[in-house]
């Protein structure tokens, strides 16, 4: 679609447009303006791409590739929708879109900070428009050669089957704005480098860097729910590449907000902060990367195909530009940055529970990173590669999380300036009998194995801790909850994965059709296939097949329906599972498969050429003749093999014409009954060499030839994964609540911090460069907002 | 203070020593046929595998089929049910122990001649 190339490219002049005009317009103020029409001109430009791309996939335009790939006539609206972002192009192109979206506010909100902020922020903008112009979403289908007779195609090739479910609207574009929110931070870190100025950064930047913490964390929690509820393996996550590269940027970004806290109210960290929020973005890139272009195909389950090479290109370029460029704007300033305050603790604060957690965090993420990019390192080394299991993260964290509890619990109790110990045991002491006590209830429900137990309590401990100050604050600030709610959903959150991982307990349970299984106190029986009305003989084809089981106790009987359909349409052959989960407010019971189901059964069988004759058992078959009817190939095309079938118990031979028909889901056999109750059917064929293999099944007095089906399922029992639902909402909700917060600090914080920068000592050798604030603001008494969060009282 | 950096010190020591500990533990080399005898133990294997040579028990879920690399080949045993897409599978990576002879497989990763992608590049699988 020419249209839609045209407007990536007209987006790629206008992000080059504004980055330079911005870069250039302190000389001349005029060009401010202009710089400002680019940007929005870049910003249409890219709605409009994401509009026609919309429109092409509900318009049906299957002479585009990606619209071929990715849609089909059969998917309802919101699906087509959804398409926008099952591909590589698409995705980038979201990033795009978001990235566009929050430009638009940059602008406007960055008031001093925006010739800096937007020409670095222009320059993301104009990459990731230059890689959607080399690998467009409105490339031409490739005309076939031979072309066939229908061209272009009328139908796609479809949305793959594992993304037609509703997470699938909401996961990508909510992790994509945390993507893309990632951007802001990087170009205000690189902005405040270049100017020299980092008081007013902290300020400017820091409902950004809580927002984008705010939405990846989101985007993560919604992806294990599409994990744990269609996926069927059981879990919400699996520490795979792609996971990891989302995860490691979250955690930094959490690192940097709290290393803004620390340098806003106790001017610590001031050195750090630039590095830090420009981290998560080049972090970011990185994993797009791995993810990206094959490094880790060995390694991780998702196949992804490569990028195109010069988009790949940009996109090493962009990691390695922005890589390079942080870090020599950072050790160029690093000597002329003011020094950080002394000191001014004593005993335990809330400065060094922050500081603490910023260590922690950083910790954690520098496992996950090393871990994610170990098979790449020891290649690199020329050793043999290597690779972690995923166990590795789950045992690695262990005594982190220890740590991280203790400081989350003491956090909210502290006041910045230090308490003793006795001061703050005193105030512990509720939420820890609490904690106590949860801990010896987890114990006699039989949650008893020691680490884990010690675990639970802890974060249990910190889960009461925030609790009860947001309790205590409820009535007076609901606006400063923020954090503690944040801190008391993570609590909750970990507690449910920790309890639901640890304790869970996963049993094969393979069903034989007809015979009931006894398993994990129940006993199962499989009913049948809903796939079997539409397609008979391969249920398995039906894109809505569902499996139903019931599953009975003494005292309660219920019934599942776990999906489960192969995809024949792709050549991989690729099969979707989507588990049955039933819902106890204290466990579920997970229902998926180990294995497709499997059709046993041993018929007998007979290869025959055309005009042959032979026996089996008591039959005897002659294979008279191949006959087909329809288009070779199509839907709906038979090859049908006529055969004579005698037995000496009949009166006289009969003649049937068993057959395979192409349909929808693949080549299907379907059988004839023979007068006996058996029934034939035609299983392997070579047209070619005129070959045909008979089968004869549900011949009388040999069971062993009827088919049946063998169900493996895997089955989980799941202990509180309620938790991992409550938590998340939880941590958003506050998340918000400090950005909202914090947004409205800007004002007066900017102000502030042009009055009397932070508590510390400036170094007399360096001036500030550039204008400290374009827009005057009053100067406002440093009272209401920027007041250090006031501690308990 | 001086009593709380003497326990932080500890824990984030011990902290250290146990994530050593636990890269020590978990890390699975990547191997070719020919060190199997040598170096078998807990590692991940990729093979070519031989489609001709797969049978697969439906009573017990138990896939066995022989695979090779450029140095050889070797019987795979999988006693997890026949991976998805398993027949299309160009390239697999076996990742399991050598025991006289056979490889067990605990995990088994397929890579497929895909032309389209399986996934979002989001955490989905």
Redesign the interface.
Known sequence: MLAGSITVWIGVFFALASMVLYGLSGKRLSWLRWARGAFVGAFLAIVGAEALLIYALLAGRYDLQYVFSFSEQSLTPLFKVASAWAGQEGSFLLWALWTGIYGMFLMRTAGGYERWVMTFYSGVVLLLMSILAFQSPFAPLPKPDPAPAVWPPQDGFGLNPVLENPWMKIHPPIIFAGFAALAVPFAYALAALWRNEYHEFAVRVRPWAIYATTMLGFGLALGGYWAYETLGWGGFWAWDPVENSSYFPWLFMAAGLHGLMLQINRGRMVRWNPLLLALPFILFLYGTFLTRSGALAEVSVHSFVNMETNALKILMGMLVGSGLLTLGLWGWRYRQMPLPARDMTTGFSREAAVRWGIILLTISALISLIGTSWPLITKAFGKQMEALKPEFYNQVHIPWIVMTAIVLAAAPMLTWRGMSLDQILERLTKSWLAAVATGFVLFFLGFREPITLLICTLVAFTAYANAGAIGRRFRTSRLTLGGFLTHMGLAIAILGLILSYSYERKERVVILQGQDTFAMGYKWRYLGMTGNEKFPGDPLADKFNRVRIEIASHNEKFIVEPRFYQDQRRETGNNVVWPAIIRWWDHDLYVSFFAPPQVDASPLTLTLHEKEKGAVDKYTIEFLGFQTEGAMGGEGFRAIAKARVSHPDWKQPVEVEPFRIVTGGGVVPIPVPLPDGAQILVGRMDVNRRLVEFQLVMVPGKPETAPRWVIPLEVYYKPFTILVWLGPPLTVLGGLLAVVRRARDVKYGVARATLEPFPTPQPKAVKPRGRTSRRPTKPVAAHTAEKPASPEV | ?K??SIV?LV??I??IA??VR??I???????KVNQLETRGQHV?L?LKPLHDTAQFD??T?TLTFEGEDETGRVKVVYP??????F??ATQV?A?GSYKDGVFYAEEM?V???????????????
């Open positions: 203070m009593l709380g932080a824990l984030v011990a902290g146990f994530t636990a890269f533990t978990n890390t699975s080399p990547y191997v991940h990729p439906v009573k879920m997890k049910g026949k991976p998805n897409n027949e299309a990576v990742i990763l890579k497929c001649p895909s032309k389209y992608q399986g996934d979002t590049q989001t955490a989905q699988r």
